[in-house]
């Protein structure tokens, strides 16, 4: 095994909910978890400066493999020196490997042993990623931390095609073992599994003992429930390794962040703060609000007033009304703006409760506030329309 620098550290765990408060230390910067990552996946937080986002709180974001590999290709990337001097960011950043593609672009690739092939969304040449060719794409990139290959499974999946997502999951997991040789870079193995708990724990022991240096949950937040997505990701995290973090990818609903942390999770990343922000969508402390509604005309006040964002602290919610409704490039600048500090405040607010206690209280607000049906799948990019299907952003 690699040792890449970085490293897990695990300060406390709340015996009342499971939930940890820890730090990522990374050698872009340590992050206080748990954690949300803002979704950067062509190198941009859509409508941000990276020292927007950097000023937000986050030391942390997720970029995209297969997107960057198809443009502007990984080697012009590492012409600049990395990921991070290419966007200009200074703090840390994972990269999703390509396996949510696989699928969100189901109609467009075939799988075999030896990986993927994809056509490409943008002029349809035939793209191959195998284990080893996503590690080095990634060590290209220079990304903090980056994930293996993995086959991701509809929720709506029969037992033998679990079965075989998690063979080849597996099998693709050492082969991105074998594979690394950056001193670098950390990398995170996916435990796949379905909504079949049992699946979920044997897929995570056949893992474990592979030495990654972080564990995600992948395959939850592709149509699936609220209901059945939290036991699964409580289980799964569960059996996880005690010292090393938690990612469970695709997921941050606002009212699944402080749930999901309670069963053990450590890392998050979704599009529905900064997608909501491009269709008018504002995350506030009574709920979300639509900025296009008639009652923001002549609004004087912010948008919210117990926040505490510049967007809240320099404009009305008037102004922001007419700037969506003009069709202005500045309201998504300053939509986004908002819904990122929201979240930050949020996870803040996550991990305050963890330390005094109080997390099944902040859930309970955060599921009146923002809650959803829970019969109702957990999707983020169908959260609001709009958004490109072949991406998580």
């Known amino acids: 095994m690699i040792d890449c620098g970085f490293r897990f550290e695990l300060l406390m765990t709340d015996s009342r909910t499971g939930a940890r408060r820890g730090r990522l230390h990374t050698a872009h910067g340590t992050i206080e978890t748990p954690c949300f990552m803002p979704v950067g996946t062509l ?71 030896d990986g993927v092939s994809f056509k490409s969304h943008i002029n349809g040449d035939t793209v191959e990623f195998t284990p080893e060719s996503v590690i080095e794409i990634q060590q290209k990139l220079g990304s903090d931390i980056a994930m293996v290959l993995d086959v991701c499974p509809p929720s709506t999946a029969g037992m033998d095609e679990l079965d075989r997502a998690m063979e080849l999951t597996t099998k693709w997991a050492r082969r991105c073992q074998d594979a690394r040789t950056s001193r670098n870079q950390a990398v995170f193995a996916i435990v796949q599994g379905g909504l079949d708990i049992e699946r979920r724990r044997q897929h995570a022991a056949a893992l474990t003992p592979l030495g990654f240096d972080g564990y995600a949950i992948g395959g939850l937040s592709v149509g699936e429930p609220p209901h059945q997505m939290y036991p699964v990701a409580a289980s799964t995290a569960g059996v996880l390794p005690f010292d090393k973090p938690r990612y469970l990818m695709g997921v941050g609903m606002p009212a699944d962040l402080p749930n999901c942390v309670m069963g053990g999770i450590d890392m998050f990343d979704c599009v529905f703060p900064t997608r909501c922000g491009r269709n008018g969508t504002y995350l506030t402390s009574v709920g979300r609000l639509n900025i296009k509604n008639t009652r923001y005309r002549d609004d004087l006040g912010p948008i919210d007033p117990e926040c505490d964002c510049p967007v809240c602290r320099n404009f009305s919610a008037s102004y922001l009304r007419h700037l969506f409704v003009a069709g202005e490039i500045l309201s998504n600048v300053l939509n986004t703006m908002h819904n990122l500090h929201y979240y930050w405040k949020l996870m803040e607010q996550v991990r305050n409760a963890i330390t005094e206690g109080t997390l099944p209280e902040l859930a309970a607000r955060l599921n009146t506030t923002h809650g959803r049906d829970p019969m109702v799948g957990s999707v983020c990019e169908s959260a609001t329309s709009g958004g490109d299907p072949d991406e998580r952003e």
């Open 43 to 113: 190198g941009t937080v859509k409508g941000m400066l990276p020292r927007d986002v950097a000023e937000a709180g986050f030391g942390i974001i997720l970029s995209n493999t297969y997107h960057l590999a198809l443009r502007p290709g990984p080697d012009i990337v590492a012409m600049h020196g990395g990921l991070h001097r290419f966007m200009n960011w200074d703090r840390a950043i994972l990269t999703d490997s390509g396996g949510f593609q696989v699928f969100s672009l189901s109609d467009r690739r075939r799988i075999n042993e």
